[in-house]
């Protein structure tokens, strides 16, 4: 595969110098072809330089130049890198949908993994041209997401054909295998994640979803029944039955309660 050609916009030079360095130093896959320090200037070279990816900062907690670039771009035939200072709620909303990030300063290794995963995202693109548009979706989603500065509500999962997303209150159950994750949904359909339970534990809207295992995380609007033999046992809308920690018991019971 050819090189990934990469724009690189933020507004201050010296952040994009040291980008640009970073990714010439240890990024081989990508070629930085131009770089832009605000939204006409970035909207003139990506009609230029047509890249495939473009590395982009956002100021949050508005972002409003980095989303004012996305929504006046005339085709969002590009891949996103989202370049922020700002953790929390954001990087929720990043892994919610799938969406490469890296935050400032920008760390080698992270900087590596965004790039490995936009190898494997064109790679999709180029042999399952429909996954694309579900991508852009994804973006879209995450952009609505970090401007109404809430908990993302939807989830892009990425397989090897493409992306699937699915709203959150879809999924009934989550399970740990090892630092993999298995979601099951409420039409009997499940996905293995390539994330950890710890991602899904910090994405998820605790409003809905309770950890009653160091393993599982259940989506307490699902609880049909709660036995009390062979231990505790939470029994859910798809029969499935899930052990709760004697150390989540409380909180869970609470939970339940407040049903």
């Given at each position: ?49 047509e ?26 035939n590009?891949?996103?890198v ?17 969406i ?6 920008v ?63 879809e ?16 039409d ?6 390539s ?32 036995l ?32």
């Open positions: 595969m050819d090189k990934l050609r990469a724009l690189i916009v933020d507004d201050e030079f010296h952040a994009r110098e040291n980008l640009r360095m970073l990714i010439d130093d240890f990024c081989p896959e990508i070629k930085v072809v131009a770089d832009a320090s605000g939204v006409n200037d970035a909207l003139d070279k990506l009609q230029e330089f890249p495939d990816v473009v590395f982009l900062d956002i100021r949050m907690p508005s972002g409003s130049e980095g989303f004012d670039f996305l929504e006046k771009a005339p085709n969002l590009f891949q996103v989202f370049v922020t200072a700002f953790k929390d709620y954001a990087v929720q909303a990043f892994n919610a949908n799938a490469h990030y890296v935050l400032k300063p760390d080698i290794e992270d900087l590596r993994s965004a790039v490995e995963k936009l190898i494997e995202y064109q790679h999709t693109f180029v042999t399952e041209p429909s996954s694309q548009p579900a991508y852009l979706e994804s973006l879209k989603a995450l952009t609505e997401t970090l401007k109404a500065n809430q908990r993302p509500k939807k989830i892009t999962l990425h397989h090897q054909k493409g992306f699937r997303i699915v709203n959150d209150d999924i009934v159950r989550l399970e740990a295998d090892g630092t993999y994750t298995t979601l099951y949904f409420k009997g359909a499940s996905f293995y994640d994330r950890n339970m710890k991602i899904y534990d910090d994405m998820l809207d605790p409003a809905i979803f309770c950890r009653v295992h160091k393993s599982h995380i259940i989506n307490i609007q699902e609880l049909r029944e709660y009390k033999t062979d231990g505790h046992i939470a029994v859910l809308s798809d029969g499935s039955q899930v052990p709760v920690a004697r150390a989540r018991l409380s909180d869970f019971l609470t939970r339940v309660k407040s049903l």
